[in-house]
């Protein structure tokens, strides 16, 4: 059994990523070593340029990745030292079950399925319909998520983060649409008290407020699509394996 920081010398479970989302391909791999105990709490990675290596994928990827593990919860990366499987805090795939029971016995498959269907639209509405100051409110959320970044008030961000989705949803200008949202919004505060919000998915938070901006209803469209995409994708390989019981 691995122990300590030692480094493996053995990396024939580092595989090269063939994915068109490279990140989440990082993501999946990484974390489906950690779960076959390739890694063990407290052990350090390989170096991040042999990591690239072996995965066959850039340096921006790869930090792009850690970054988004971090944010997880899964990984420590210390500066002048290293990136570590953290020893202290919950395995994703306990944050899954967690997240399902909060939900209520909600499908968390489906919940994400719905977000999918829903927010996109609104973001595409928003981007018709959406005042200059409606605007202006917009970006202002993302820059005190910026700084509550740089602070680490991880609950902060969760508030700011509903808000962020909040406002696009009142920037959509449709009555009938904010009311179904609005079952939706009850369960999202519950869902980023679990999940938290990473550097990587604020730019994309970023993308889908400036397509707003520009009243690019199809940009806003598809850049909301590809985070609410990208934030599932990072927690798939746990809601499809068999040591995840999410309720039904």
Request: charged share 25%; proline share 4%.
């Amino acid at each position: 059994m691995k122990t300590g920081t030692i480094v493996s010398t053995d990396f024939s479970m580092i595989h090269p990523i063939h994915r068109q989302d490279v990140t989440s391909g990082i993501v999946d791999n990484i974390l489906k070593m950690i779960a076959d105990g390739y890694w063990e709490p407290g052990e350090q990675l390989p170096s991040q340029r042999k990591l690239a290596s072996l995965m066959s994928v850039s340096m921006a990827s790869l930090r792009e990745a850690l970054y988004s593990l971090q944010a997880m919860g899964v990984l420590e990366m210390r500066h002048g030292a290293g990136t570590f499987v953290s020893s202290h805090t919950m395995d994703p795939g306990e944050k899954l079950l967690e997240l399902s029971l909060i939900l209520g016995g909600l499908d968390v498959k489906m919940f994400f399925e719905a977000r999918e269907v829903i927010e996109p639209g609104l973001a595409c509405l928003a981007a018709n319909h959406a005042t200059g100051a409606q605007i202006t409110d917009l970006f202002q959320i993302l820059e005190e998520q910026s700084a509550a970044f740089e602070s680490q008030d991880e609950d902060r961000l969760h508030d700011l983060d509903l808000e962020f989705h909040q406002q696009i949803a009142d920037m959509a200008n449709n009555k009938f649409l904010f009311q179904i949202n609005d079952i939706l919004f009850k369960n999202l505060d519950k869902l980023f008290r679990v999940l938290p919000l990473s550097k990587p998915g604020w730019v994309l938070h970023r993308k889908v407020a400036e397509a707003i901006r520009d009243h690019n209803c199809e940009v806003a469209y598809s850049e909301m699509q590809a985070l609410i995409h990208r934030s599932f994708t990072n927690y798939l390989p746990y809601l499809e394996s068999d040591r995840v019981p999410v309720a039904k």
